[in-house]
């Protein structure tokens, strides 16, 4: 049967999706006929650099490049282990590129409204040139890294407003902040924000789970609890602590989910039962079925998806195996066995529920993955598919190592001695071969500090 299918997004996740369609039999027959929106003009989502991504200018990947890259397409040779941002935007353009996406994307195309024309059985795509687009079926990858989640901290708007404090999405470079920087967040960004900005000046970390301390020159307090006059730079901790002086702020406190085109209920969703409707609670996306399908009532489950949900994974790899899971169920709507993936939900629910307490607590957690929970979830998924792939025990050993990798790693940049052990390599078994030494080395390196 004819069917047409809208993919919203042009980064990592859309272009995973694209690719996957194309490799279809529906494709190659006429049958499937794909089209993918990219509001930016060009390619690529976060990892192209401009004013609307939130890229410093030293930021790196915090996964070696064969961990982190689509496993159906390594990195080329001479690329950094742990690249930065223009490789991986290099990367995605040269994927495009192989796979011949390019002719079925169209770039500075924004969406401003999806929605569902039960009378037709389409869904309506409507640009902001205000040309309107009927699809059969949508997959929505727009991604997570565009709206900053700001804190409700007493006091915050105030510093905000003063320009005493901004989000680490505008963050660039070392710049003249003040001799004492606060910086929010204990996530890869707040690292790598707090190690460039602590060669310059004094730094303060709070996070959730700090207490008083000092590591490395680094001040660690527990959570914000509230902004002073910042003439006289308080701030006020959990445990009842006060920092003085502190002239910045910067909030590495993360994004929210954000689907401003397609209209769902807010805040967060009553369960059990499962809704009748979908839910963003900026947090999450509820409920979805294995994080991609929207169980509602209001239009067909198996005409619409998500891809890219999930965090702490390896994006990419997670994306194939999801997309993988989207061409079955677009193919075949009653793959989609709406009763068991509730009684999932509900499972995984009740879960979270006992062991986290609140609602506000289980949607901040819905889409976070263990290493095991995400190797599991990519299994189960291309088993879903009827795909024989699963993950190489190669990658979960080099992920849950890419902390020493990436230590070692800077290491070697520093010495000068980096560019050799990427030279001329070629293939993913190649690469594969080239991290397992690396590891070695890193171990060796490790015990002698």
């Not at 939130?54 to 990947?61: A, G, I």
């Not at 949508?138 to 320009?163: C, E, F, M």
């Not at 995984?348 to 901040?364: H, I, N, Q």
């Amino acid at each position: 049967m004819m069917a047409t299918i809208g993919i919203i997004g042009g980064g990592a996740g859309g272009l995973a999706a694209l690719k996957a369609i194309l490799d279809t039999p529906e494709f190659k027959s006429g049958t499937w006929k794909p089209m993918l929106f990219e509001a930016q003009t060009t390619i690529g989502g976060i990892w192209h650099s401009d004013d609307a991504c939130p890229l410093y200018e030293s930021l790196t990947t915090n996964l070696p490049n064969p961990v982190m890259c689509f496993q159906s397409y390594p990195f080329p040779s001479s690329t950094p282990i742990f690249p930065a941002a223009a490789y991986v935007q290099r990367y995605l353009e040269a994927y495009a590129a192989h796979f011949s996406l390019m002719p079925h994307i169209r770039l500075g195309e924004k969406v401003t409204d999806l929605r569902w024309d039960a009378q037709s059985s389409h869904w309506i795509v409507t640009l902001q040139s205000s040309t309107i687009h009927h699809f059969d079926r949508v997959v929505i990858a727009n991604g997570h890294h565009s709206v900053p989640r700001y804190p409700k901290i007493p006091g915050l708007q105030t510093w905000l407003d003063a320009k005493r404090a901004s989000h680490s999405v505008s963050y660039r470079r070392p710049e003249p902040f003040g001799n004492k920087v606060l910086i929010v967040g204990g996530g890869p960004s707040a690292n790598d924000i707090s190690a460039e900005l602590a060669k310059f000046c004094t730094i303060v970390r709070s996070m959730t789970d700090g207490s008083n301390k000092e590591e490395n020159g680094v001040i660690i307090r527990g959570r914000t609890v509230g902004f002073g006059d910042f003439a006289g730079g308080e701030v006020f901790f959990e445990d009842g602590s006060v920092e003085k002086d502190v002239d910045y702020c910067i909030l590495a406190t993360g994004y929210e989910v954000s689907v401003p085109f397609l209209q769902m209920k807010t805040g967060l969703p009553p369960c059990p039962p499962l809704p009748s409707t979908l839910y963003n609670s900026t947090a999450h996306i509820f409920p979805l079925a294995r994080l991609i399908f929207p169980i509602q009532e209001e239009f067909p489950p198996s005409t619409l998806a998500f891809v890219g949900l999930p965090v702490r994974v390896a994006p990419l790899p997670v994306m194939e195996a999801q997309s993988a899971a989207i061409v079955r169920v677009f193919r075949e709507a009653s793959a989609l066995d709406i009763a068991k993936e509730s009684q999932k939900i509900l499972a995984r629910f009740t879960e979270m529920s006992e062991r986290l307490g609140s609602p506000a607590a289980v949607a901040k957690q819905w889409s976070v993955f263990t290493e095991p929970e995400q190797w599991a979830y990519q299994d189960a998924l291309f088993a879903f598919a009827g795909s024989d792939e699963r993950v190489p025990q190669w990658r979960k050993d080099m992920y849950a190592a890419k902390t020493l990798l990436r230590t070692f790693w800077v290491d070697l940049e520093r010495r000068g001695d980096a560019d050799e052990w990427v030279k001329d390599v070629h293939g993913m078994d190649a690469w594969v071969a080239v991290l397992q030494r690396l590891l070695e080395s890193a171990r060796e390196w490790e015990s002698t500090r």
